[in-house]
T-cell receptor, first 112, second 108 residues
């Protein structure tokens, strides 16, 4: 199957700072990638659709100014959590693929 | 939007037992996938199965698209099968929508 790589796997940051998470498709080109968030003991919730060369599409209730998405190339999408607060602590995971979706390893963000 | 319901929410088995996990969805879909989420959070692709039946070792899956459900069978369960199993569906060109998952605990 296709390989999607996400970095970093985990990050701890101070409240008020920004954190960037990278999602790369290693062996295929992805014009579209998806970002999800998962809180403990819950399911994965779609945050946004990342489109290469154009603006991301955000799900209802997701603050686009807080979660900045950049999809500057066919193999890389980035999610930047700006001015992070403890309530942003969560597991963030990206996906890409064609008919079948593949997921990165996920990033566990802790804001202290 | 599409609703995805998984049952049961929790399942406790003894090693060697068989189990069936169910996924119901509310609209026609182009994609249906089953995942196993390991303790580190990584999603392992089990099956891409918008219709029909597939088998991979002790795991098999069946999707009846016309009746909007899919089943995941686990035979001769092992402790390493423990974790959360997710069903996710999508329509053409859209993101996967996940069910709430089934948490499986297999004890020796």
């Amino acid at each position: 199957g296709a390989v999607v790589s996400q970095h970093p796997s985990w990050v701890i940051c101070k409240s008020g700072t920004s954190v960037k998470i990278e999602c790369r498709s290693l062996d295929f080109q992805a014009t579209t990638m998806f970002w999800y968030r998962q809180f403990p003991k819950q399911s994965l919730m779609l945050m946004a659709t990342s489109n290469e060369g154009s603006k991301a599409t955000y799900e209802q209730g997701v603050e686009k100014d807080k979660f900045l998405i950049n999809h500057a190339s066919l193999t890389l999408s980035t999610l930047t959590v700006t001015s992070a607060h403890p309530e942003d602590s969560s597991f963030y995971i990206c996906s890409a693929g064609g008919a079948e979706a593949f997921f990165g390893q996920g990033t566990r963000l802790t804001v202290v | 939007g599409i609703q995805v319901e998984q049952s049961p929410p929790d399942l406790i088995l003894q090693e060697g037992a068989n189990s069936t996990l169910r996924c119901n969805f509310s609209d026609s879909v182009n994609n249906l996938q089953w995942f196993h989420q390991n303790p580190w959070g990584q999603l392992i692709n089990l099956f891409y199965i918008p219709s029909g039946t597939k088998q991979n070792g002790r795991l098999s899956a069946t999707t009846v698209a016309t009746e909007r459900y899919s089943l995941l069978y686990i035979s001769s369960s092992q402790t390493t099968d423990s974790g959360v199993y997710f069903c996710a569906v999508s329509q053409a060109g859209t993101a996967l929508i996940f069910g709430k998952g089934t948490t499986l605990s297999v004890s020796s």
